[in-house]
Each structure stands twice: as structure tokens, then as C-alpha cells.
């Protein structure tokens, strides 16, 4: 079987990576670029440190700090009026992975004419667009390495999700420094969103050797360093860990796949606006344990990369206790369930959920699990996760 792998062309990767923005800029012959990013990056000043640094090196800059915590189409094309406003030749995004998502779309649309939906699903862009750096500030959605982006259709209220070489940054600038500042709740949950990438990867049917490498010792960095990173949110080795975990797990599921962990989170996502990293962490134990019957050896694999037993337990009882260390890390990790996140009520979660299954079907995630479910399967699953 042939796979392909692809990553960004320059992974700059360490403490003050950051800074290295103006030479990466230069080298890839930008002169005018587009700042994508959200409104707290801009309250916060750290956008503006990075528009002085690009004027000071004679860079003209043009901000777009619109990106919503779940990016749209409507942000997208806001994005792209100011990329021509601007006159410019290269984005750059700064932020988590709504941000990167965001700017991904953007710089890709510079080049491609049709409406956005018309990229949904896999390998529909015809032509890479304005070349992308991106700084992400959370660990991690890994978004930063992968080419895959996923934006919210307003219309039709669906996450779309896109995945193709063309959405690819060309530059990563991978600076854990930029973590230290997560509050405790985002460390937790875009932390688990990494584990998420790491298992689905593994378990996914369209895992290859290299794929393999990538997600088992992602796996294992978080199993390491989540629960330091977030009691202990200045203790800098837990969150180098952590960043380097985001960075193998998104380059592992972007170029394997994910599987129905994310395939039910985009719709919770999409309609209740729960965020990805949370509606991701929320799903894990539960899709897990309905998955373990469809690759035991993988999930056994998994549970031991976690040190969550020993080399000589058997496939049966090391996927039991993965789903028990899953289910001890979210509530170590104060991870809700489903009915305590907020703005889900019952009510309006039954009545949506068969449009979420659906959509979750849709997407072709559920496609890639161990296990294949069908519609009865999510909505059950849905049901056990709340
Ligand atoms: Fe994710």
C-alpha cells in the first residue's frame, strides 16, 4: 500500500522559535503579510509585538483579528478582504488552532475561486494558495502541521472539515514559551485533544509505519508530561513536552487519519459551540471503550506506550485499563461530562441528535475507526457520554 506524508517544509521547533518570524518571512520572499489571528491574541499585545517586529524589518503588516473561536466562512471571506486590502503575499497566523484553521482557509483562497464548501472533504483544492507561517500559542490542536482545516458553514451549521497538501503552512514556528501562559482548563482540554490525535492516528485504518512512530510516542509525551503541565503551569519541561506531543500527534493524524472520536466532537462543536478540544477530551473513554473490539493489539499498544500496565498484560486487560486511565486522567484533569458543558441542556442535545449523528457520518471519520459504527451506534454513544 502506498502512503503519502506530508508536512510542512520548515519545522522551527524550541524555546524562542518565535522570534525566528522575520527571517522565515524573508526567506520565503514575503513582503507584505496578513496577521491572522483572534481578538484575545490583540487585547492581549502579543499580536502587536508581532506587527512591530515585521514593520521594524521593513515588512508591511496587515491585522485581521476577527477569528472567532470557531472559525467561519464569514471570517474566512473578512480575511480575505483584507489580504487584497492589504496588497499582501504571505499570512501569517498567530493563536490555537481556530486561528491557524482560519488563516489556512484564507491563505488557500487566494488562489482558488469557488465557494469554500466546494473544498470539503478530502484532496478538492486544486492550488496552494499564499505561502502560511504559523505560531500556535495552545499545545495542541497541532493544526500548525497539519493539512487539515476545519471551518464552520454557516448556512448549514456543519463543521466542514478539509484536508488536503494545499492547506499546508510552509513554515511552523514551534515555541513552547508561548504555552506557559495557558490557564489550567485549555492546557486540559486541548491536551486531550492531543492524546485524541495521538490514539486515533494509531487505531486509525489508514495508520501506516510512519504514522505508527509519530503517534505512539505522542501518546507517550502526554501520558508524561498533561497532568505536570496543568497542576504546574509554569514547569517548562511539561510543557516543552507537551508542545513537542501536539507537533508528532497532528503530524501523525494528518497524515493517517482521525477516526469517530473527532467525527462526533465537530458536530457537538458545531452546534452547541462546545470547543474542540473539549468536545474532543468529553468523547475519549467512551468512543474507546466501543472501539477496543476492532484492534485490542493496537489499543493494548496504546495503553502501554501509557505505562497504564505492564509488557505481559493481555490485549483484554490492557484495553481495560486504557479506558479506565482515560476515564481517571479527565476527572483528574476536571474534564466535565457532557451535560455540565456549557450552554448543552437536555432537551435541546435530544433533539439535535440525530443531525449530529448524521453529520457525523457525513464527515468520514467514523470511517477510519476500529470499529464502523452506524447511526443507532453514535446516538447511543452520544447518549453514555452525557
Ligand atoms: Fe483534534
Redesign the pocket.
Given at each position: 500500500m502506498i502512503s503519502h506524508f506530508d508536512v510542512p517544509a520548515a519545522l522551527v521547533i524550541g524555546a524562542g522559535a518565535s522570534r525566528e518570524v522575520v527571517p522565515q518571512l524573508r526567506r520565503i520572499g514575503a513582503r507584505r503579510a496578513l496577521l491572522v489571528t483572534d481578538a484575545f491574541m490583540e487585547s492581549s499585545g502579543r499580536a502587536g509585538g508581532v506587527v512591530r517586529e515585521l514593520e521594524q524589518a521593513g515588512i508591511a503588516v496587515a491585522l485581521f483579528a476577527g477569528v472567532q473561536p470557531d472559525p467561519t466562512d464569514g471570517n474566512v471571506r473578512d480575511g480575505l478582504l483584507a489580504f487584497a486590502g492589504g496588497k499582501c503575499d504571505a499570512v501569517v497566523a498567530l493563536g490555537g488552532?481556530s486561528s491557524i484553521d482560519a488563516a489556512k482557509a484564507i491563505a488557500m483562497m487566494t488562489a482558488n475561486d469557488q465557494p469554500l464548501s466546494q473544498y470539503q472533504g478530502s484532496h478538492k483544492v486544486p492550488r496552494a494558495g499564499a505561502p502560511l507561517l504559523v505560531i500556535p500559542t495552545t499545545a495542541g490542536?497541532?493544526s500548525e502541521v497539519t493539512k487539515v482545516a476545519v471551518i464552520t458553514d454557516t448556512a448549514r451549521n456543519v463543521k466542514m472539515m478539509m484536508l488536503d497538501r494545499n492547506l499546508l503552512p510552509q513554515v511552523a514556528l514551534i515555541d513552547y514559551e508561548l504555552s506557559l501562559s495557558m490557564p489550567p482548563s485549555l492546557t486540559a482540554h486541548v491536551g486531550v485533544?492531543?492524546l485524541?490525535?495521538g490514539v486515533e492516528a494509531y487505531v486509525s485504518r489508514k495508520a501506516s509505519a510512519l504514522t505508527d512512530t509519530l503517534a505512539l510516542e505522542c501518546v507517550r509525551l502526554v501520558a508524561e508530561n498533561l497532568e505536570a503541565a496543568w497542576s504546574e503551569p509554569s514547569n517548562r519541561a511539561a510543557r516543552e513536552g507537551m508542545m513537542l506531543a501536539a507537533t508528532l500527534g497532528g503530524m501523525a493524524?494528518s497524515n493517517s487519519s482521525?477516526a469517530l472520536?473527532?467525527g462526533m466532537?465537530r458536530p457537538i462543536g458545531a452546534v452547541f459551540h462546545v470547543p474542540?478540544?473539549l468536545s474532543?477530551a468529553v468523547l475519549l473513554p467512551t468512543v474507546t471503550r466501543f472501539s477496543l473490539s476492532g484492534a485490542p493489539g493496537r489499543y493494548a499498544t496504546v495503553a502501554r506506550a501509557m505505562r497504564l500496565c505492564g509488557p505481559d498484560a493481555s490485549a483484554e486487560a490492557a484495553g481495560a485499563l486504557l479506558v479506565e486511565g482515560l476515564e481517571r486522567l479527565n476527572a483528574r484533569l476536571k474534564v466535565p461530562r457532557l451535560r455540565e458543558c456549557h450552554g448543552i441542556e437536555r432537551a435541546g442535545f435530544d433533539a439535535a441528535v440525530g443531525k449530529m449523528a448524521a453529520d457525523a457520518l457525513a464527515s468520514g471519520s467514523p470511517q477510519n475507526n476500529p470499529v464502523v459504527p452506524g447511526a443507532e451506534d453514535i446516538i447511543r454513544l452520544y447518549g453514555e457520554a452525557w
Open positions: 488552532g490542536t497541532g485533544d492531543t485524541t490525535h493524524f482521525v472520536v473527532h466532537s474542540h478540544g474532543n
